[in-house]
């Protein structure tokens, strides 16, 4: 624990101006970014008697080793750069808003010729237009159920597409008139994209217009006897009004306003926030967080907004933003979310009337979204301490393992042998923390000596960022701690507990790698899966946990997270191989060139043919290349020929793209063939 004094800085260096301050602890993290109107007075309130302080702000001086600004013109670029810093270096000591749930939302994908309305969840995309979010995905599909009478815009995947197009018949739905079914040509592009922008107007709030007039083609039809197209028209009017039904009037005057509220206590803070548009409810969310700092409801209200609109453009910011205290830098933030928006952004108080209620609904669901999520979190921290508690007892650990590390091999028969590392921290996955390995010291099966492998690059790669900040140095002393950025390294922190899959065998070999790195501080333990066993290194009998034990679940979930993410990795490398062709091993090429290849000849096979002259021809292909991409297919073998399994023919070999290293007959995979993933 460090003395503030002893890196607070000199009196007269502190500038007395806007800025942002970064707080670093001894391995150069950062762990806490905070701005200020004037740098000297804000950090002056750090250096005083640490007795005095907030007990989180203590600690948090206390954890910090070093301080440093960064001087701005304006409190509006203070908040941007401040913004950017948290989203960076993830600050432990910053408040951060964590969802409590995965939201949907409505989303409509403009950037596709054929856009596609669709349910939406996790960050957003470039050239999306998203509604919501919703509280529940099924409310999402009965909107969109009842709207697609009207607005006939594609729902269907890319797949489903392609297929109906090369068949020439829509699916179910453009039968029943929900879909426009661009894929088989009944509208162009154009027309159907300008559904899907009628649709975007009409979910945005834009509703009064389009009902008029549809009332009014309605009433058109009917004078002149059209009875059929009246009676679709009024129905598409009701799917309309039931649509817009699911989504109550609250304000009156068609408000575009964000409320947001905040129910908080010593420890933790919810928030919630309510999306109106035109007047109604579009949207709902709700963040948790633990207050690590000593922070306000103001404060609270300025992270929220800083994380709320930090990603967010144009109309995606309201023009009104109703909180329920103001921000200490209210005048600073309002220009930034007008900045974002384009236009000015009004950031105030509700005092009465509608939205004064309605503000008071928001705190009544922030309230509630608090009380729930310190009911389920109060269990979960109970089971969570008791587990780590159980494994530090039986394996004589002198403290909780708060971090865990777990390795796995996997491979198919020998081949595509690779390995993952997950990582668990206080009881939780910290899935930014995941590595995976290739396999480089040799070939084939050999899971202890892969084992040894992966453990040793893994902390010797730890070794190396200890050198780099000066916290241990090789025997001959010429390390010295290069200038650090504060981001977080890949194999910085080293674990209490390392665990492998495996037995008595994998677990001396983990042990092995760590003897010959010089790591005594760190135990290990393996985990066998035939009667999940725990394995010590040197012991001839294993740890036998109950198999009630909180601390057996945590050790078990622990080692199938690090069996799911090797299996995942081996899968995606042996799909790469099997799916990889001729082209792919010419160094030289990318993939616009070798699609312009495939395309001028028709197949590879054509291309093998050709000579070099004629692969010149190819726009974007030189000599040098050309000569290149003809001695690599000549050292390629062929894939064997293609069985017609009905008839026996021999197919020939036209192919696009074969591919090398396949099963004869199409790519499948044969019951003599397959082999267990381990």
Same mark, same amino acid.
């Given at each position: 624990m460090a003395d503030p004094s002893s890196y607070r800085p000199k009196p007269g260096q502190i500038p007395d101006s806007p800025g942002v301050y970064r707080f670093r602890d001894e391995h150069r993290r950062v762990i806490y970014? &905070?701005? +200020?109107?004037?740098? $000297? %007075? $804000?950090? +002056? =309130?750090y250096f005083q008697d640490v007795a005095g302080l907030h007990p989180r702000t203590a600690t948090m001086v206390t954890t910090a080793a070093s301080v440093e600004w960064t001087v701005v013109s304006t409190e509006v670029e203070a908040l941007q750069l401040e913004y950017s810093w948290i989203k960076e270096y993830d600050p432990r000591f910053n408040v951060k808003y964590r969802d409590d749930k995965s939201y949907p939302s409505l989303a409509v994908t403009m950037n596709e010729e054929y856009p596609r309305v669709q349910v939406m969840r996790g960050p957003k995309k470039k050239g999306v237009r998203y509604f919501g979010p919703y509280g529940h995905a099924w409310a999402i599909r009965e909107t969109v159920d009842l709207m697609l009478r009207v607005f006939p815009v594609r729902t269907c995947s890319a797949g489903v597409f392609k297929r109906s197009a090369q068949i020439g018949r829509p699916c179910l739905l453009g039968y029943i008139g929900k879909c426009s079914a661009p894929c088989v040509g009944r509208v162009t592009p154009e027309e159907h994209r300008e559904l899907a922008e009628d649709f975007c107007d009409f979910m945005a709030g834009r509703t009064g217009t389009y009902l008029s007039r549809l009332e009014k083609q309605m009433h058109a039809a009917a004078e002149e006897m059209e009875y059929e197209k009246a009676a679709r028209? $009024? /129905?598409?009017? &009701? +799917?309309l009004r039931r649509a817009m039904e699911k989504n109550a009037v609250v304000l009156a005057d068609a408000t575009d306003a964000d409320l947001i509220a905040v129910a908080e206590d010593e420890l933790e803070a919810a928030v919630q926030i309510f999306h109106v548009r035109g007047g109604r409810v579009r949207g709902q969310r709700g963040w948790v967080t633990d207050k690590v700092e000593a922070v306000d409801t103001a404060g609270l209200v300025e992270h929220a907004l800083q994380q709320l609109y930090g990603e967010e453009? &144009?109309? =995606?910011? !309201?023009k009104e933003v109703l909180v329920p205290a103001m921000p200490e830098d209210a005048a600073a933030l309002g220009e930034w979310l007008a900045a974002r928006r384009g236009s000015q952004v =009004?950031?105030?108080? !509700? %005092? $009465? &009337?509608d939205k004064k209620a309605l503000m008071e609904t928001v705190h009544r669901n922030a309230l509630q979204?608090?009380?729930?999520?310190?009911t389920k979190r109060a269990s979960d921290l109970t089971t969570r301490s008791r587990a780590l508690e159980e494994i530090a007892e039986a394996l004589e650990l002198d403290s909780a393992p708060l971090r865990i590390e777990c390795f796995d091999i996997?491979?198919?028969q020998g081949d595509d042998v690779v390995a993952s590392m997950v990582v668990f921290e206080d009881g939780l996955a910290r899935k930014s923390e995941y590595r995976r390995f290739q396999i480089k010291s040799f070939e084939g099966q050999d899971d202890v000596r892969s084992m040894h492998e992966v453990v040793s690059r893994r902390f010797r790669r730890y070794l190396q960022e200890k050198l780099k900040t000066g916290e241990w140095e090789p025997e001959d002393g010429d390390g010295v701690p290069p200038e650090d950025d504060g981001r977080a390294k890949r194999f910085a922190y080293p674990p209490q507990l390392v665990v492998? /899959?495996?037995g008595q065998p994998q677990v001396a070999a983990a042990k092995r790698a760590l003897e010959e790195l010089g790591v005594d501080d760190v135990a290990v333990c393996g985990l066998a899966k035939r009667l999940e066993e725990v394995w010590l290194p040197g012991e001839d009998d294993p740890v036998v946990l109950p198999r009630t034990s909180e601390g057996l679940y945590l050790l078990q979930r622990v080692r199938d997270e690090a069996h799911r993410f090797a299996i995942q990795y081996q899968r995606n490398k042996r799909g790469k191989r099997l799916k990889s062709g001729p082209l792919d091993e010419v160094p030289c090429l990318g993939e616009s060139r070798k699609q312009a290849l495939v395309k001028h000849f028709g197949s590879v096979k054509k291309l093998r043919q050709a000579t070099i002259d004629q692969i010149c021809e190819v726009p974007g292909i030189g000599r040098k290349t050309a000569e290149?991409? +003809?001695a690599a297919l000549a050292r390629a073998v062929p894939a064997g020929p293609a069985v017609n399994m009905a008839t026996g023919e021999i197919i020939e070999d036209e192919t696009p793209a074969p591919r090398v290293g396949a099963p004869p007959g199409g790519g499948r995979e044969t019951s003599s063939e397959r082999g267990t993933e381990q």
């Open positions: 970014v &905070g701005k +200020a109107k004037s740098l $000297r %007075q $804000r950090l +002056a =309130s028209l $009024r /129905d598409d009017i &009701g +799917a453009t &144009g109309e =995606s910011v !309201p =009004s950031l105030r108080i !509700p %005092q $009465r &009337g979204s608090l009380a729930l999520h310190k996997s491979h198919l492998v /899959d495996g290149t991409v +003809a």
